[in-house]
């Protein structure tokens, strides 16, 4: 693994929140999009070499409404940067670290995804992600 890439938090309301972290950060986001297959809209922040990513459900029955209705807005998940998404997987899975998607998806910002299972990562839901080229 690179790098953390990015935070993911948890909003029930992403102009609110996004007026929220322009004022703690000092800048606005550099992207807004929504990710259908996930049900979310996300907005993004780049501070330093890290980025903040807010999530807000776009329908009930996404993972981020269920967050939020199980636990409340918050830190939800964090991301990891990696050169090469599908061997990485695979050493992962080979160190007995649980997959939550056997195949790499089309996440946000022009990044194919695979997140971990929390119960293998101290309750933590961790992403890979790896950069699309093209």
């Keep these: 693994m690179q790098q953390i890439e990015h935070i993911g938090i948890a909003v029930k309301n992403l102009e609110f929140s996004n007026n929220l972290f322009t004022k703690l950060l000092g800048i606005t986001p550099y992207k807004q999009e929504s990710v259908e297959s996930e049900g979310v809209m996300t907005s993004f922040f780049q501070t330093g070499q890290t980025k903040i990513e807010l999530l807000e459900a776009t329908n009930p029955e996404s993972r981020i409404a269920k967050f939020i209705e199980k636990k409340g807005e918050g830190i939800h998940h964090i991301a ?27 996440g946000a910002d022009n990044k194919l995804v695979c997140f971990l299972h929390p119960k293998a990562t101290n309750s933590v839901l961790v992403e890979l992600c790896q950069s699309i080229i093209g």
């Design 80 to 106: 990891f940067e990696v050169a090469d998404i599908l061997t990485e997987m695979e050493r992962l899975k080979s160190e007995g670290f649980i997959l939550l998607n056997e195949v790499p998806k089309k």
